[in-house]
């Protein structure tokens, strides 16, 4: 059956590995879960960031209330019995608590810069080709002054470095998704920031999107997506692929369990 939405992080895992691609799209359809601590950790952390960011957790006082109400202590619970240690368990609390603590000492909001979006969800048709992209936006920012609209991505993990002539298929996505906030908020320039969020200094990376570079990109994201809708075989073709192994491991898919390939 030939699918019509579409993500940044599915175009990524069909790009790196298409039997992963498959996977994670058959764990939704089955309605299987991708089992790990981290997953908690890093969802909790993006939900008390966005909480940051709309002011509703100004203090310390706050996050602790906020960290005793929403922390996934099931969860942990849960994969505490499974693959995780008590004491991985409250590293993990602590983790989150210093990042927190940090992310609160140091909001990233430059200055000049209006909040006008937080976790906010967008989606847009490519009529070419009859799918949609969407995707989450974690913050917002426009800068009246400059016509400029800044799309944040917080992340957990080290930043890692990017040439701006050669964007992913991610940030192509994001891009044109862009495109569709125009009408709200006015912008001549976009750009893109990756905050890395963690107990230590908060790093960030500021990249501009260039028109120009993005109509050069963009054709071949075209054909990936044309790929996406209706692929002709989800195999792959390495031995030690990280992406398949770890989802074989999370989602107990066999090795001998092979997707249906299209025939002709």
Not at 47 to 57: F, L, P, Q, T, Y
Not at 99 to 113: C, E, F, M, R, W
């Amino acid at each position: 059956m030939q699918r019509t939405l579409f993500t940044p992080a599915m175009i990524e895992t069909f790009k790196v590995c298409r039997r992963a691609y498959w996977m994670a799209y058959e764990s939704v359809i089955t309605g299987r879960k991708v089992t790990g601590s981290d997953k908690h950790v890093k969802s909790f952390l993006l939900r008390a960031i966005a909480e940051i960011n709309r002011g509703k957790v100004a203090n310390m006082h706050q996050l602790l209330k906020f960290m005793g109400q929403h922390w996934p202590s099931e969860e942990m619970s849960r994969e505490t019995t499974l693959n995780v240690s008590s004491d991985q368990a409250a590293r993990a609390f602590l983790f989150a608590h210093k990042t927190l603590s940090q992310y609160l000492l140091n909001v990233y909001k430059p200055a000049g810069a209006q909040v006008v979006g937080i976790n906010l969800k967008v989606r847009a048709r490519i009529g070419s080709l009859r799918v949609y992209l969407e995707d989450t936006f974690d913050l917002i920012l426009y800068y009246p002054s400059q016509r400029r609209l800044e799309l944040v991505d917080f992340h957990l993990k080290p930043l890692k470095p990017f040439d701006p002539s050669w964007p992913s298929a991610s940030m192509l996505a994001k891009q044109y998704l862009a495109e569709k906030l125009r009408c709200r908020w006015p912008f001549d320039k976009v750009s893109m920031t990756f905050v890395q969020v963690g107990n230590a200094e908060k790093n960030t990376v500021t990249i501009p999107m260039e028109e120009s570079v993005f109509r050069l990109h963009w054709p071949e994201m075209l054909k990936i997506l044309s790929e996406m809708k209706d692929p002709d075989d989800y195999d792959c073709a390495r031995q030690t692929c990280k992406r398949c192994n770890y989802l074989e491991t999370k989602l107990s898919f066999g090795r001998t369990q092979r997707p249906i390939a299209k025939t002709a």
